[in-house]
């Protein structure tokens, strides 16, 4: 596609259900990162994938979270038994290499668990 | 280690200059700057690699200490699409390709 897609762009869940956040990059990129940033704060690390290889998660919080690129192209974030503290904007960014390369984000999918 | 972004917020008139400062307690192996406009996602300025590198972007450019520690953006004769939150997302030797973002820098142009 023409740049990086996130669906959806707002959800609203009720605390203790699972959500699936999804990230279309642009195609044939390699590098595929996923942020959490607050409003006002940089964008938080959480997981890069390599093609389908996911070789950082340092970044995901707890276990409820985890993300997978099983084809290396489409990601999901998937977050399991939702808190509150879980609300945030979700970024997902795609770059052609990994590194030093320039990174395409996408619009962000804004999470809120009432 | 979050790298130290300075001033956190300017208000700059339209035509003036500003200089973002973004360091870093240890070396870094680069540092990559970014643009955020109000509800959009970041948009990529630059990547510095090298010690002493300078790099220009319209009349955004920026510079990379020979320490490789610290980087600063530098916006001149600024113009109203300026405004925005600038960060700097630095890499270590050791940073697995990951990116540690800087706390933002708010620039706000007024005519």
């Known amino acids: 596609g023409a740049g990086v897609s996130q669906s959806p762009r707002y959800k609203v869940t009720k605390r203790g259900q699972d959500v699936a956040l999804r990230c279309d990059p642009i195609?044939?990129?390699?590098?595929l990162y996923w942020y959490r940033q607050a409003l006002g704060q940089g964008p938080e690390f959480l997981t890069y994938f390599n093609y389908e290889a996911q070789q950082d998660k340092s970044g995901l919080p707890n276990d409820r979270f985890s993300a997978e690129r099983p084809e290396g192209s489409i990601s999901t974030l998937t977050i399991q038994r939702t808190e509150q503290r879980d609300s945030a904007m979700y970024r997902c960014a795609s770059s052609f290499g990994r590194g030093n390369t320039e990174a395409f984000f996408g619009q962000g999918t804004r999470l809120t668990v009432v | 280690q979050q790298p130290v972004q300075s001033p956190q917020a300017v208000i700059l008139r339209e035509g003036e200059d500003a200089v973002i400062n973004c360091s870093s307690s240890?070396?870094?192996?680069?540092v990559h700057w970014y643009r955020q406009k109000h509800g959009e996602a970041p948009v990529f300025l630059m990547i510095?690699?090298?010690g002493g590198e300078q790099k220009g972007h319209e009349k955004i450019s920026a510079s990379f200490n020979e320490k490789k520690q610290q980087s600063s953006l530098y916006l001149t004769a600024s113009q109203l699409s300026y405004s925005g939150t600038y960060f700097c997302?630095?890499?270590?030797?050791?940073?697995?390709?990951?990116?540690?973002w800087g706390a933002g820098t708010k620039l706000i142009i007024k005519p």
């Open positions: 510095l690699l090298k």
């Open positions: 997302g630095t890499e270590t030797m050791d940073s697995n390709y990951q990116l540690i």
């Open positions: 240890k070396a870094l192996y680069s």
């Open positions: 195609s044939g990129h390699v590098s």
